[in-house]
């Protein structure tokens, strides 16, 4: 039978072993009781098993609390558990509390994060996965293969009626952006009602659509409420936009997969919230099993933060989150990188140099509306930026080579 | 204007004062560039405002990873921040992405939780809120006010089929219990599918409630995609029964709030993964804030663990989570604290002693099936235990009162 895989990076005071089979017992009989009838090839068709344990350092203070170790001392280990298909089948929601329930509420650990998980084949019968991912969301946008997906935000996140971030936009669209996205804190506005943003927005969009030939993405931030959220599915669909945006953590699992199996619009993930549950190294979920869930779900692009960000996280770590989006999962289940904060082209040879990837949604918010020559000198020194990494031109040599992105160095190369 | 308000536990390397506006801007307008249009009066209008500033300990070591302070120094304060009803409306994702969001990311920050939240009261006209809540609990189970609905869950957590499932139900409704529920980790299994599942256990309850006039409250686990859970609810209703559960971090706050919407079963709403939003003390959230959340979503019982628990939460913990459902929010949103996890009687006086209510769902296992005089007996030792507490009687005194309780002591009572 087929068996659902997650891996964890745990701290016990306990023999690790002995707190792997609390981890395997909890998550699956939750009792040591023996019950009438339950058999004993009963308990092993459903039993979680330990698969693998690889010991790692041991330490005197425990990561979070828990029990306390009488000897001082803290053991940590990489340890993958696994499941029977047959336990919950293919129910995302299920499986979630299989895989991260209860298990971070049990006293003898003091860290638990899983940091990756592996479904079987047959998954890939009963989850559709992104309508669109990488491909789709080229074609959609124009923007042939070579270079990442060039973006923007609407900045200030909230505050401006839709006339004027129409404007905006047609400022944007007339700079040649291939994408420009709400922000996650601008849904229905008192000033902004959604309908209103996005009859106003389109018929901007469409309008360049009609002379150029090239219809910019605009991702609506619809994450609302479950009937709400399709209608305002409904309205993007209705006035001929391509993409709409939910804050994935906010909406949930479900909401989101249902929204995504309407397969109509590129669906853009966005992961606020998400410093909650993986900013502590041993408390949570790591982007690499993150990921996974939100692929099957359905999303077509994932915010992966950037290099030289301006938050807490790692180069190390963001280079890591897009490769995990640009592993192959089940054969496919495209989804196309989100790369955002504080670019503005200058980290474009450093993402590629360690990515060797431009299947990327690449977001600049200042780097392309206070460029000294104006949104247009902003997106085309984006562009430069891009055919500058990917010729493998430093960042010295490229400003030189290239006058707007040399005047992007002078002015954000700090 | 009315505004929502969020209190946080935070640390910072900087100025608290520094942190709190910075955390302000970035949930707000979220850019401190100039744009054509924004006047002073619609940055006003929609600018979240740092309220209040509460200066806490000093520490040296950083709680989670952040920016480095300089001087060796880590502040910690309760700070709350708010916001105009305008930016969002009546939208609880967009809500939770606006107080839980991108702050989570900022590196400004060495720890961040969010403590509790305050909706104005307009929020009563737009969020229904629980449809049954305590009183409607007790209704449906035929539990008069002065002791709490005594629960217990099906164990083992998986691998028992419909017909074991019902003949253990049977057995529980026969001794005389109020609550019944699945376990988290069951929804679908091979062995026992959802609809098979309803249809033999409901056919107990029913048959018990012809004869005794007492209809058991069995909570059906419907987690699942949106549609399985639609449908999921359709077959609990079809069977008469009166409630359905819903791991509600796994199935996410629209998915939940739609099928709370639909208003016709009592919500068991399951916390499992709660553990990795809040075991850190300084990252996550808070119950108090997490509970009002859920209560806006509509759910009618709430899980809050239980005194001297299994799990790593301290009882300390576990009071003030029952006393935060016992509050009423906007004049009602009634919800009944679901005490849980290692539970058989031994922990009631102290229960009382420390909330003075009997207004709980109150959970036990081994406590019930493991008991003597067999289930009939771990029952009665229940609500023995409960009269008790609210007598003011010692667990010593009771077990000398009681014959159930005193063997519930001996068995139990190390």
């Known amino acids: 039978m087929e068996r659902i895989s997650a891996t964890y990076y745990i701290e016990t005071p306990y023999e690790v072993e002995a707190a792997a089979q609390v981890l395997a017992g909890e998550q699956s009989s939750g009792t040591f009781v023996a019950v009438p009838g339950e058999t004993a090839e009963l308990k092993q068709r459903f039993a979680a098993r330990v698969e693998s344990i690889e010991k790692l350092e041991t330490v005197s203070h425990p990561a979070i609390p828990g029990a306390v170790s009488a000897s001082g001392q803290y053991h940590r280990a990489i340890i993958t558990v696994s499941w029977s298909i047959e336990n919950f089948g293919y129910n995302l929601p299920t499986m979630i509390s299989t895989l991260q329930g209860n298990l971070y509420e049990i006293t003898q650990f003091t860290g638990l994060k899983l940091m990756d998980l592996e479904v079987p084949a047959s ?4 989850f559709d996965g992104p309508a669109f991912g990488i491909q789709g969301c080229r074609e959609l946008t124009g923007v042939e293969e070579g270079r990442p997906l060039i973006g923007t935000i609407i900045k200030p996140s909230i505050g401006m009626s839709p006339e004027e971030t129409a404007t905006l936009v047609k400022t944007l669209v007339e700079a040649g952006i291939d994408f420009i996205k709400d922000d996650e804190l601008m849904g229905s506005a008192a000033n902004s009602p959604f309908g209103k943003r996005v009859e106003a927005i389109m018929k901007v969009i469409n309008a360049h659509a009609d002379k150029s030939d090239k219809k910019v993405m605009y991702a609506f931030n619809i994450s609302d409420e479950m009937d709400s959220m399709q209608r305002n599915y409904d309205t993007v669909v209705q006035h001929g936009g391509t993409c709409a945006m939910m804050s994935i953590n906010s909406v949930g699992l479900a909401g989101v997969k249902k929204i995504c199996d309407r397969r109509e619009l590129a669906i853009h993930a966005h992961r606020n919230g998400w410093g909650m549950l993986n900013r502590h190294p041993l408390l949570g979920i790591d982007f690499r099993a993150y990921q996974k869930l939100w692929r099957l779900a359905g999303v077509d692009q994932l915010h992966v933060n950037g290099i030289k960000n301006k938050f807490w996280e790692s180069d190390d770590s963001v280079v890591r989150s897009i490769e995990a989006c640009l592993t192959p999962m089940l054969g ?13 082209g200058g980290q474009a040879p450093e993402t590629y140099r360690r990515t060797n990837t431009t299947d990327l949604l690449y977001m ?3 780097g392309i509306m206070a460029h000294p020559a104006g949104p247009a000198g902003g997106v085309k020194a984006l562009q430069q930026a891009w055919q500058a990494a990917v010729d493998g031109v430093s960042v010295e040599e490229a400003a030189k080579i290239y006058k707007e ?5 002078e002015k954000f190369g700090q």
């Open 332 to 344: 496919g289940y495209e989804v196309m990188p989100v790369v955002s904060s504080g670019q503005w």
């Open 405 to 409: 992105f040399g005047l992007s160095v």
């Open 123 to 126: 998954f890939a019968e009963h």
């Open 364 to 366: 600049a918010g200042g």
